[in-house]
């Protein structure tokens, strides 16, 4: 069944298999999950989980690989502050709406996130070098991985309510703070050696580098990302 954790015959299946035929029985399986229109394929989960260990374990951090690390890591940084200063600013209108007396206006809820934007083999960059040497499907790995993230799908989210706004003591300029931004992140993989000259890492690319299923030849391959933010307006009326 699909909501049934794998056995350990089948974690030791899949240690046997090489990059390609790893990702080929990848590809199969979600074909199964789209089919099955399940939240969770664990099968599948391990499998992804388990390529990102073969293709970190000889990962080259190469001149070019670096650069595109540290890309990755500035435009996680750049999207965090920038999301959360957009929900921010749209969280005092909305306060100030409900001062005001708007009458469709019995709360609302701000959501915020960062996320990888994936549409299509556009969306993956193509590099000059591919350190895998061609055992590596990055677009239909990239497109697996995009529409099967759950807990991970969102490397921050920002929350904002006008119940949270009253049970809170916070000032708005404490709401509007990311104290995670302080914190390095250069912790696990990021304190890899090869890593060093990067003074500083957020906390959205520890949680890509670190708990998705993105390997780092697919994070070097990320284009760019998108930052969302949606504003719900409640109104109760009856």
Request: charged residues 25%.
């Amino acid at each position: 069944m699909l909501y049934k954790r794998p056995n350990d015959a089948f974690y030791a299946e899949i240690e046997k298999l090489s990059l390609s035929e790893l990702e080929l029985k990848i590809k199969k399986l979600y074909v199964v999950f789209q089919k099955s229109r399940s939240y969770k394929n664990y099968k599948l989960e391990a499998c992804l989980c388990q390529r990102k260990h073969l293709i970190n374990k000889d990962f080259v951090f190469t001149p070019l690989a670096l650069q595109q690390i540290e890309r990755v890591n500035t435009s996680l940084t750049v999207c965090t502050a920038k999301v959360l200063a957009k929900a921010t600013v749209l969280n005092q209108h909305m306060k100030a709406a409900k001062l005001a007396g708007d009458d469709f206006l019995n709360d609302y809820d701000i959501e915020a996130t960062v996320r990888i934007n994936y549409w299509d083999e556009a969306s993956v960059l193509i590099l000059d070098v591919d350190e895998k040497n061609g055992q590596s499907d990055y677009v239909a790995m990239a497109n697996i991985m995009a529409n099967t993230a759950t807990c991970y799908e969102h490397f921050r989210w920002f929350h904002f309510c006008d119940r949270d706004n009253m049970e809170s003591n916070d000032t708005d300029e404490t709401l509007s703070k990311d104290y995670m931004l302080k914190d390095n992140w250069n912790i696990e993989l990021l304190s890899a050696h090869e890593l060093s000259h990067i003074d500083y890492f957020c906390y959205a690319s520890y949680v890509l580098f670190i708990h998705s299923n993105y390997s780092l030849s697919d994070i070097i391959r990320i284009k760019d990302f998108c930052n969302e933010v949606k504003v719900a307006w409640e109104n109760i009326y009856g």
